[in-house]
């Protein structure tokens, strides 16, 4: 079974910071079918970066990914304060589509 | 703009069925697919599977085989997906998504409907 795990499970920043969230994949991801998603209370989640690396349309470049193979980070350039929320890295081949099981960045 | 509107909340007692509706629009239906996503309250996010609005084929987690089905009406761009056998730990927030073909990358998503199963 392909298992995405998510590091760390809390991350306490203040804004302005610079926020790395890790995805590690317990097989190799084929293609790169390695996203991320934001989500806030009450909302379903957002798209925030597709193929480990595309931001699409309409999100700010301070959100970037990288990695391939096994490993992947997100990382938020400078936190604003709409960004305190969950983040889901999800592994879109295969069945199931799995997801990671989320960190939440919180206000310090 | 792409919109995806869930059907509202539903309350079911266990061994019930719930059939939650999804009604798609700003973009042409029968070039994409359809995911269904469930969370739990507080939990994360479990992949139930998929269905082609055109050829309406489906493709299911093994968690779901034999309990979910999914249909589409595309005179309404309405997706549907109905779960069976309800029990407790079924108890979520639903979410159809805009799934790009072959891929199945979710990249719109619907605003959720909560069931609730209880007795």
């Known amino acids: 079974e392909f298992v995405l795990t998510q590091s760390p499970g809390t991350l306490s920043l203040s804004p302005g910071e610079r926020a790395t969230l890790s995805c590690r994949a317990s097989q190799s991801v084929r293609y790169n079918y390695l996203a991320w998603y934001q989500q806030k209370p009450g909302q379903p989640p957002r798209l925030l970066i597709y193929g480990a690396s595309i931001r699409p349309t309409g999100i700010p470049d301070r959100f970037s990914g990288s990695g391939s193979g096994t490993d992947f980070i997100l990382t938020i350039t400078r936190l604003e304060p709409e960004d305190f929320a969950v983040y889901y890295c999800h592994h879109y081949d295969g069945s199931p589509r799995t997801f990671g099981q989320g960190t939440k960045v919180e206000i310090k | 703009q792409v919109q995806l509107v869930q059907s509202g909340a539903e309350v079911k007692k266990p061994g019930a069925s719930v059939k939650v509706s999804c009604k798609a629009s700003?973009?042409?239906?029968?070039?994409?697919?359809f995911n269904w996503v469930r969370q739990a309250t507080g939990q994360g996010l479990e992949w139930m599977g998929w269905m082609n609005p055109d050829s309406k084929n489906a493709g299911f987690a093994q968690k779901f085989q034999g309990r979910v089905s999914m249909s589409m009406n595309t005179s309404t761009s309405t997706a549907y997906m109905e779960l069976h056998s309800l029990r407790s730990e079924d108890t979520a927030v639903y979410y159809c998504t805009r799934a790009v073909r072959f891929q199945l990358l979710s990249d719109s998503w619907g605003q959720g409907t909560l069931v609730t199963v209880s007795s």
């Open positions: 700003g973009y042409t239906i029968i070039n994409y697919d």
